[in-house]
């Protein structure tokens, strides 16, 4: 499948958001047992201002762009599903312990594993 320039620049501004993502759940997490982290709220919320984003891309740009490939689709659909982790947050954000656990065991393995696997449909128009 041949991309545009100006697709490509969007997948390629896409994945590098999904490191940005990555980069600040490591912040995140560390901030748990780092107490000088101490913008790691902060950080979780940007988070959170990312994932609409991603959605937003994935709806409005990916989907058309990759309206053949079943397996980029089926990836965009799979991140509804980091989206349900982020949901049990709810209510929880003053729980320190419960927000956590969330993200250590839930929030950041699932956006973890849906970013890997994602990359790995799109790398090769993100390294062209």
């Known amino acids: 499948m ?13 994945a590098a958001l999904l490191d940005t993502v990555e980069e600040g759940f490591t912040y995140v997490v560390e901030s748990f047992h780092n107490y000088e982290r101490t913008h790691g709220d902060v950080v979780l919320a940007d988070i959170f201002t990312a994932f609409g984003q991603i959605d ?9 762009f990759f309206a053949e490939d079943e397996a980029i689709l089926a990836e965009i659909e799979r991140f509804s599903a980091v989206v349900d982790e982020a ?42």
């Open 2 to 14: 041949n991309l545009t320039p100006e697709q490509l620049a969007v997948v390629r501004q896409y």
């Open 56 to 64: 937003m891309t994935n709806q409005q740009s990916l989907a058309s």
């Open 87 to 128: 949901w049990k947050l709810d209510g929880k954000l003053d729980d320190q312990n419960a927000k956590q656990h969330i993200v250590e065991n839930h929030l950041a393995p699932a956006f973890e594993a849906w970013k890997t696997s994602i990359l790995h449909h799109l790398r090769p128009y993100v390294e062209q």
